[in-house]
T-cell receptor, first 115, second 112 residues
Framework: SAVISQKPSRDICQRGTSLTIQCQVD?????MFWYRQQPGQSLTLIAT?????????ESGFVIDKFPISRPNLTFSTLTVSNMSPEDSSIYLC????????????FGAGTRLSVL | KQEVTQIPAALSVPEGENLVLNCSFT??????LQWFRQDPGKGLTSLLL?????REQTSGRLNASLDKSSGRSTLYIAASQPGDSATYLC???????????FGKGTTLSVSS
C-alpha cells in the first residue's frame, strides 16, 4: 500500500488566520486529492491537486479560500485561508495509485479547530 | 450527481455476532467501490476494494459484495469483535477514476 504522510496532525487557530497543511506521498501515487470531513459528516472532496498547475475544485470550494499547490509528483499543500469557526474540520489528503485498480490511500488527517 | 447512502447509520451488537452493513449508490457507472474503516479522530484505512467487473472480495472475516446493476454493496463482518468498533465508510470511484464519493458511514459498536 502507498504511504501518505500529513502534517500537522492537529492545530488550534484563531479566526482570520491561515493554516497550511502538508502532504507527502510515496512514488506509487499518481493522483492526489484533498477532502474535508466536518463534524459528524462524511468526507467531501475539495479538489484534485494537479502537478505543476492549478488544482481542480469541486462545486462549493474556491481557490481563494483553499489554495492548493503540488510542485512535484509526491508533495502537495492545502491552505485554509481567513479561517472562521465553520472551517473546523478534519482535512485529509489522499493519493491514488496509477495501477488499473485505482486504489485511494489516505493520510491520518489534520484536525483543525478555529476559535 | 452520484449519491451514496449507507444503512444503518449506527449499529450495536454483542461480540460474536455476524453482521451486514449496506451501501447503495444512484449511478451504476462506477470504476470501483471501496470500503474504509475510520477510528475516532483518525484517518481512513482501506478494507476492501471491488472493481466494477467483480462481484465480491474477501479479506479475513470481511466479505464485500457488489451488485452494480442495482447500485448496491454489502459488507459482511463475521464473528464480530470489540476491536471492530469503528465507523465504516463506503465510497464509489467515478468511471473516469477522478472522484471518490463517500457515504455518511455506519458507526459500529461491538460489546464484549
Amino acid at each position: 500500500s502507498a504511504v501518505i504522510s500529513q502534517k500537522p496532525s492537529r492545530d488550534i487557530c484563531q479566526r482570520g488566520t491561515s493554516l497550511t497543511i502538508q502532504c507527502q506521498v510515496d512514488s506509487q501515487v499518481t493522483m492526489m486529492f484533498w477532502y474535508r470531513q466536518q463534524p459528524g459528516q462524511s468526507l467531501t472532496l475539495i479538489a484534485t491537486a494537479n502537478q505543476g498547475s492549478e488544482a481542480t475544485y469541486e462545486s462549493g470550494f474556491v481557490i481563494d479560500k483553499f489554495p492548493i499547490s503540488r510542485p512535484n509528483l509526491t508533495f502537495s499543500t492545502l491552505t485554509v485561508s481567513n479561517m472562521s469557526p465553520e472551517d473546523s474540520s478534519i482535512y485529509l489528503c489522499s493519493g491514488q495509485t496509477g495501477t488499473a485498480k485505482n486504489i485511494q490511500y489516505f493520510g491520518a488527517g489534520t484536525r483543525l479547530s478555529v476559535l | 450527481k452520484q449519491e451514496v447512502t449507507q444503512i444503518p447509520a449506527a449499529l450495536s451488537v454483542p461480540e460474536g455476532e455476524n453482521l451486514v452493513l449496506n451501501c447503495s449508490f444512484t449511478d451504476s457507472a462506477i470504476y470501483n467501490l471501496q470500503w474504509f474503516r475510520q477510528d475516532p479522530g483518525k484517518g481512513l484505512t482501506s478494507l476492501l476494494l471491488i472493481q466494477s467487473s467483480q462481484r465480491e472480495q474477501t479479506s479475513g472475516r470481511l466479505n464485500a459484495s457488489l451488485d452494480k446493476s442495482s447500485g448496491r454493496s454489502t459488507l459482511y463482518i463475521a464473528a464480530s469483535q470489540p476491536g471492530d468498533s469503528a465507523t465504516y465508510l463506503c465510497a464509489v470511484l467515478n468511471q473516469a477514476g477522478t472522484a471518490l464519493i463517500f457515504g455518511k458511514g455506519t458507526t459500529l459498536s461491538v460489546s464484549s
